[in-house]
């Protein structure tokens, strides 16, 4: 069946901005919408790449101030999901988008499909302390390897850390601020494949990004918030 538009996001609008209501949601875009909660955003975006005829779903929670030191909840900086997962029809994630009516047919599924699977995980988060808890079990965080965690989760504790902070659990936060301070500041080197913190003779320096030392800024910076709290 020959394709009957051209832009995806345009056609998409249309076809979400009835059911995105009855959800609860705000159009954000032809492909995302959100609904604000007390501290967070419940999140659904559409997903499609060039050429294909289908799309994905995936639903989740963004915390969009969580990198900064002030609790602020806006719908201009919502832009994807610290948890997250995608709609499945019959175990197929992909969702027919041909033609305009293949589409139509699609949102509607979606509207059904979201009802019985987004809404009940959603619905288990009352507070950003749920949340936290969440993530800390899903990444398999462990109070017992402070001090040892691998470097490879820097980026979950930071993320716990400040969940925490924002929750208010000064705390606790400060512990697992601090041990992705640790794990940010390790020399990391690249060996037969394997990432090491000792530099062996001809071993390659792994050189961080920009946004590595941006992370490791907000970190320093929020733990200084902490002890003045």
């Not at 909660?37 to 999140?43: G, T």
């Not at 659904?44 to 639903?59: A, M, R």
Request: glycine letters at 6%; hydrophobic letters at 35%.
């Amino acid at each position: 069946m020959p394709k009957d538009y051209k832009g995806f996001a345009g056609v998409a609008k249309t076809r979400f901005r009835k059911i995105s209501k009855e959800l609860g949601y705000e159009q954000i875009s032809g492909t995302f919408y959100a609904q604000k909660k007390a501290d967070w955003f419940n999140l659904f975006f559409l997903q499609k790449s060039t050429g294909n005829d289908f799309f994905y779903v995936t639903y989740g929670i963004d915390i969009p101030y969580l990198w900064s030191t002030e609790k602020k909840l806006d719908e201009n900086d919502v832009r994807g999901t610290y948890i997250g997962f995608r709609l499945e029809d019959d175990y197929r994630q992909g969702f027919d988008c041909e033609t305009k009516a293949k589409l139509e047919e699609s949102a509607r599924k979606v509207a059904v499909l979201y009802r019985e699977q987004a809404e009940p995980w959603l619905n288990q988060f009352n507070s950003l302390l749920d949340i936290a808890d969440f993530y800390f079990y899903r990444d398999a965080l462990s109070l017992e390897k402070i001090g040892t965690h691998d470097w490879g989760h820097c980026l979950d504790i930071a993320n716990y850390g400040l969940m925490l902070f924002h929750a208010g659990d000064y705390s606790n936060a400060s512990i697992w601020l601090n041990e992705a301070e640790r794990l940010y500041l390790l020399p990391v080197y690249v060996s037969d494949g394997k990432i090491i913190h000792e530099r062996p003779k001809g071993a390659r320096k792994y050189v961080p990004d920009e946004s590595h030392a941006r992370q490791l800024e907000v970190i320093r910076n929020v733990l200084a918030k902490i002890k003045i709290a």
